[in-house]
């Protein structure tokens, strides 16, 4: 991990989509996170990591 921790809100606003989306890929088990307490958190480089390997490929 390195840096600040992104909440919901920040990880929505990185990833450019909303909150809900995150909630959403939460409950899906699609996206890492990290649980303190009752608190969600992100690891803003595993954010990135998650996002590369969503590229799909073109023939």
């Given at each position: 991990m390195s840096g600040k921790l992104l909440d919901i809100d920040g990880a929505a606003e990185?990833?450019?989509?909303?909150p809900r989306m995150i909630r959403r890929l939460i409950a899906q088990r699609r996206l890492s996170y990290l649980k303190i307490g009752k608190f969600v958190r992100f690891d803003p480089v595993a954010l990135d990591e998650w996002i590369?390997?969503?590229?799909v490929?073109?023939?």
């Open positions: 990185r990833m450019n989509v909303s590369y390997e969503q590229y490929k073109a023939s």
